[in-house]
């Protein structure tokens, strides 16, 4: 009887650490993943920063040749005005966001590594949320190449915007000594034209403070999850 109790004893013993070495490795393989997570989302947050700045400069910019427009600037030099153009008429940002450890848990299937379901909620919603930000970025992407380009080239003779706009373009095309703005300044059609632009970049702002809060929430929970 003894000996079948110390057989027993052992038996569940043996089950018990190898129960406790798996748990053990599942969690270390669980804060890998996290930490790997954590990367990436603070990367994503920088990007962000660096999209929202860009977002702000461009509705900076607009505004500035709203009031060119409205004849608050009259003494506005072409290079300034130039430089102006070209951001707002023919530049815009794009938002690439780091995504390869999260895709990678939802492909292999190992999302359920990660034991706080909150958390799993938050980075099965997040391509949804990454979605919204880059429609609103195609938006104005389409307005510019199709609406506020096109506008621009049939209005003035934009050969020196197109030098200011690209560093490598300058050295290739010849700057033009003289170029005519007044047909912008009179035109309603550019106050209508920018003053969209500001409003698309304002959606778009929009779409990334979603993401910021986003990004904070599910890095918070990350590093909750990495203390305990």
Do not use: C
Not at 19 to 25: N, P, Q, S
Not at 31 to 38: I, T, V
Not at 65 to 70: A, P
């Amino acid at each position: 009887m003894v000996e079948s109790v110390a057989i027993i004893l052992s038996i569940l013993l043996a089950f018990a650490i190898d129960a406790g070495w798996d748990a053990f490795k599942e969690r270390n393989q669980e804060k890998a993943f996290l930490k790997s997570l954590r990367d990436d989302f603070e990367e994503t947050r920088s990007r962000i920063n660096t999209s929202t700045d860009g977002h702000m400069r461009f509705i900076d910019l607009a505004r500035q040749l709203l009031e060119f427009h409205g004849g608050n600037t009259p003494d506005i030099e072409p290079d300034a005005l130039e430089t102006m153009l070209g951001a707002v008429f023919f530049d815009w940002v794009t938002l690439y966001l780091p995504s390869g450890s999260r895709d990678a848990l939802f492909s292999s299937g190992d999302i359920e590594i990660i034991s706080n379901e909150e958390l799993r909620a938050m980075l099965a919603a997040w391509p949804s949320i990454v979605a919204d930000a880059a429609e609103d970025d195609k938006w104005i992407a389409n307005d510019i190449l199709y609406n506020m380009a096109p506008y621009l080239q049939g209005k003035i003779r934009t050969r020196n915007i197109a030098r200011v706009t690209n560093s490598d373009a300058a050295e290739r095309i010849p700057r033009i000594e003289s170029v005519n703005y007044d047909a912008l300044r009179n035109d309603p059609m550019f106050d209508n034209i920018v003053s969209f632009r500001i409003l698309n970049e304002t959606y778009a702002l929009r779409e990334n403070d979603r993401l910021s809060e986003a990004v904070d929430e599910i890095i918070r929970a990350i590093e909750k999850e990495l203390k305990r």
